[in-house]
């Protein structure tokens, strides 16, 4: 189902309710005997040159000194290409979120590119989920993928990371622009545990728990039909599609 804004940035989502459709992830443990989607939609980026994105409201986190932990679903088309989840629309700001070219799972956050990265256990073109935690003291680093732990950690050099759009990154999104879908983007001021990251990444909104979402001040489903907002089901910071 197209949004409306151009031929790239689409939103896919269920024909009936149990059946997903468009390659999204489904729930695959079976605690009701049942089948269930993970979101019921998912935002859909084309890559370089679209210039497709979502544009939110300027807000920035104290990385080095607050915890954080920032969750996703994403599918990306295409590898050895960087794929932004969150970042700036100005190339001097120089801070993401992203997958980058090596496919590591990057953090960057000052002017001049100081970045962590953490080395992803899988690398392919399927859904998977990702979630990063920054500890807020010495900010050490810690990325999941799939709820499983990956192999190494980073440092956060700086003390903070300013983000106005998502899925692009630098000068107006024409770099590192995201090819592929993202869902269920979440971002608390808190670190997760393993457990808690298991637990939210198969949930939608509605379905976290008090504990879970006290936490947590941005929730972009990513799910809408038509029109061109995208929701923030936590923090209020609606966001805009763009193509």
Not at 98 to 122: H, K, M, P, R, Y
Not at 124 to 150: F, K, P, R
């Amino acid at each position: 189902m197209a949004l409306g804004l151009g031929a790239s940035l689409n939103r896919t989502g269920l024909v009936t309710p149990g059946i997903v459709t468009d390659n999204l992830v489904m729930k695959h443990m079976y605690p009701a005997g049942a089948v269930q989607p993970v979101s019921d939609g998912a935002a859909y980026f084309g890559g370089a040159g679209t210039e497709d994105r979502i544009t939110i409201t300027e807000t920035e986190f104290s990385v080095h000194d607050a915890a954080h932990t920032f969750a996703f679903w994403a599918k990306r088309n295409v590898l050895g290409v960087s794929h932004t989840i969150l970042g700036h629309t100005s190339v001097s700001t120089h801070k993401r979120l992203t997958i980058d070219s090596s496919n590591n799972f990057l953090i960057e956050s000052d002017t001049d590119g100081d970045a962590a990265t953490v080395t992803l256990n899988t690398v392919d073109t399927e859904w998977h989920h990702y979630a990063l935690t920054v500890t807020g003291s010495g900010s050490t680093i810690v990325a999941y993928q799939d709820g499983v732990l990956c192999s190494d950690s980073g440092d956060v050099a700086s003390n903070n990371m300013t983000i106005n759009i998502i899925g692009a990154a630098d000068s107006g999104g024409t770099e590192k622009e995201f090819d592929g879908y993202l869902c269920n983007i979440g971002i608390w001021e808190a670190v997760l545990t393993q457990p808690q990251v298991k637990s939210i990444m198969w949930k939608q909104y509605a379905d976290l728990t008090t504990t879970e979402s006290e936490d947590l001040i941005h929730w972009w489903a990513l799910d809408e039909g038509t029109g061109t907002s995208a929701a923030d089901s936590k923090g209020g910071n609606t966001g805009t599609f763009e193509s």
